[in-house]
């Protein structure tokens, strides 16, 4: 059973603060994909980033940055200077490597960035 | 390029009614399926389909139903409409060659069960 815990339910920042919303993940698999999705206060789901199992590079998108470790199955997000838009759910999802799998989710991190 | 359609986005219902919520993709997806997001809760999957005259049942199916006719249509059913079903429901759609592969949301369907 694959499983995601995304141990932070909310956090608040200042403006300009930096951020790291945490996602550990369980899975029996050896191929997997790991997604992040925020969903803002409109309440549609905005798909960020996508990482294979097999490619552990950090990636880096703008204020947007994804640490991937196996060793610790991890998949952290961190926001550097944060903006207001930036307030929203945030959800970690896991997808098997078999087939078609389907995406269990996290229980998302709400992120309250105040001016 | 309308993506995943989704409809109604949003509706009250009354304790027993029924009720279809439509969705629809253009990008000739093999792959649907159905979720409810409740507070604190995440995302969780109702039900999926792998391809036309194919569905299976997700983590909570109980109290819905559906159905897969045409690649594009993958409507869920409500038999009889319960409180405990009030939610936001998000159908997704993915192409058939990876299970990497984005997945495709709608916009969602708020349902109030009173």
């Known amino acids: 059973a694959q499983k995601v815990t995304q141990a932070q339910t909310e956090i608040s920042v200042v403006e300009k603060e930096d951020v790291t919303l945490d996602c550990v993940y369980e899975?029996?698999?050896?191929?997997?994909?790991l997604f992040w999705y925020k969903q803002p206060p409109s309440g549609e789901l905005v798909f960020l980033i996508r990482r294979n199992s097999f490619d552990e590079q950090n990636e880096i998108s703008g204020r947007y940055s994804w640490n991937f470790q196996k060793s610790t199955s991890s998949f952290n997000f961190t926001i550097t200077a944060s903006q207001v838009v930036d307030s929203a759910v945030y959800f970690c999802?896991?997808?098997?490597?078999?087939?078609?799998?389907?995406?269990?989710f996290g229980k998302g991190t709400m992120l309250l960035v105040s001016p | 390029n309308a993506g995943v359609t989704q409809t109604p986005k949003f509706q009250v219902l009354k304790t027993g009614q029924s009720m279809t919520l439509q969705c629809a993709q253009d990008?000739?997806?093999?792959?649907m399926s159905w979720y409810r997001q409740d507070p604190g809760m995440g995302l969780r999957l109702i039900h999926y389909s792998v391809g036309a005259g194919i569905t299976d049942q997700g983590e909570v199916p109980n109290g819905y139903n559906v159905s897969r006719s045409t690649t594009e249509d993958f409507p869920l059913r409500l038999l009889s409409a319960a409180p405990s079903q009030t939610s936001v429901y998000f159908c997704?759609?993915?192409?058939?060659?990876?299970?990497?592969?984005?997945?495709?949301f709608g916009e969602g369907s708020w349902l109030t069960v009173v």
């Open positions: 990008m000739n997806h093999e792959y």
């Open positions: 997704a759609s993915r192409p058939e060659t990876a299970s990497g592969n984005t997945i495709y």
């Open positions: 999802a896991l997808s098997g490597g078999s087939g078609y799998s389907t995406l269990t």
């Open positions: 899975t029996r698999d050896t191929t997997y994909y």
